[in-house]
Nanobody
Framework: QVQLVESGGGLVQTGGSLRLSCVSSETSYIIGAMDWYRQAPGKQRELVAG???????NYVDSVKGRFAISKDNTKSTVYLQMDNLKPEDTGVYYC???????WGQGTQVTVSS
């Protein structure tokens, strides 16, 4: 089991940017596939973006062109760069390890209109 710790959330205005980080306790030379999810109030948790161990990425349609997932294997960290944020991006963002099934504690993102 790996531990995941997210950070980087906050309050921004519409059109602003945030960069989320997820530090993994995984000790592999190349960290395994990781995903970012979000959960808005009263809604189900949804997959936002994912990255494989080889660096291939995928995004939900609503964030394509605005969000970018990346990783730094040397730091065991996965990032989610979020640009041109919209109020509908508000929610708690979680990272998850596909390999180990672990979840982080979440970080709150609030986008004001």
């Amino acid at each position: 089991q790996v531990q995941l710790v997210e950070s980087g959330g906050g309050l921004v205005q519409t059109g602003g940017s945030l960069r989320l980080s997820c530090v993994s306790s995984e000790t592999s030379y190349i960290i395994g596939a990781m995903d970012w999810y979000r959960q808005a109030p009263g809604k189900q948790r949804e997959l936002v973006a994912g990255i494989t161990s080889g660096g291939s990425t995928n995004y939900v349609d609503s964030v394509k062109g605005r969000f970018a997932i990346s990783k730094d294997n040397t730091k065991s960290t996965v990032y989610l760069q979020m640009d041109n944020l919209k109020p509908e991006d508000t929610g708690v963002y979680y990272c998850r390890s596909r390999v180990f099934g672990s979840w982080g504690q979440g970080t709150q993102v609030t986008v004001s209109s």
